[in-house]
């Protein structure tokens, strides 16, 4: 059974930084396309952020140039480095493998941006 943890989330004020991670069991993160999505209250799911099995990351528009997708091969541990962060970015944030097929969703980590 694969269990993923996220962890890191706060309060922060606009212009402040985070950074998210993503603990799993049952699944080696460095054989599986990875990525974080997020959901904003009232809104869906959506993908933020993925990492491929060749370690190149991909953002979406929104946030390029402010996130920063990695991981850890050997803690196994994937990460969010979220800088500039504005109000807007709150959310709560997930892991998972990149794609329409999905392992159970973790809690999440909630990211709340002050103005």
């Known amino acids: 059974q694969v269990q993923l943890v996220e962890s890191g989330g706060g309060l922060v004020q606009a212009g402040g930084s985070l950074r998210l991670s993503c603990a799993a069991s049952g699944i080696i993160f460095s054989l599986s396309p990875m990525a974080w999505y997020r959901q904003a209250p009232g809104k869906q799911r959506e993908l933020v952020a993925h990492?491929?099995?060749?370690?190149?990351?991909n953002y979406v528009a929104s946030v390029k140039g402010r996130f920063t997708i990695s991981g850890d091969d050997v803690k196994n541990i994937m990460y969010l480095q979220m800088n500039s962060l504005k109000p807007e970015d709150t959310a709560v944030y997930y892991c998972?493998?990149?794609?329409?097929?999905?392992?159970?969703w973790g809690q999440g980590t909630q990211v709340t941006v002050s103005s």
């Open positions: 990492i491929t099995r060749g370690g190149s990351a």
């Open positions: 998972n493998t990149f794609g329409s097929t999905w392992f159970p």
